[in-house]
């Protein structure tokens, strides 16, 4: 049975850091692309990060490059997504995704198989 299940998520002030994280088991994680999407209500889940599967390919979306960074280790079946210079905008629910045995950083999230619960992520003025 897959799972992906994040952790970390919570409350922070505006300007702040915060570490998001995804435990995945059941799927072959070391052969997967692993992303980060975020939503928030009434609007499309939008593309945050992507990581291949030996993190050698990186890739953000434009309103978060620069401020986050996701990263994996392979030996815990983990992809984490640090957040700093946290703004109310962030303020979303933060969902994990993998792709298994791909090798594009994809930005659309129908191209993601698996799927977390979601964190949710406030951000205070």
């Known amino acids: 049975q897959v799972q992906l299940v994040e952790s970390g998520g919570g409350l922070v002030q505006a300007g702040g850091s915060l570490r998001v994280s995804c435990a995945a088991s059941g799927m072959p994680f070391s052969s997967s692309v692993m992303g980060w999407f975020r939503q928030v209500p009434g609007k499309e889940r939008e593309f945050v990060a992507a990581?291949?599967?030996?993190?050698?390919?990186?890739g953000y979306g434009d309103s978060v490059k620069g401020r986050f960074t996701i990263s994996r280790d392979n030996a815990k079946n983990t992809v984490y997504l640090q957040m700093s210079s946290l703004s109310p905008e962030d303020t979303a629910v933060y969902y994990c995704a993998a792709a298994p045995y791909s090798y594009t950083l994809y930005r659309d999230y129908q191209d993601y198989r698996y799927w977390g619960q979601g964190a949710q992520v406030t951000v205070s003025s």
């Open positions: 990581i291949s599967w030996n993190g050698g390919n990186i």
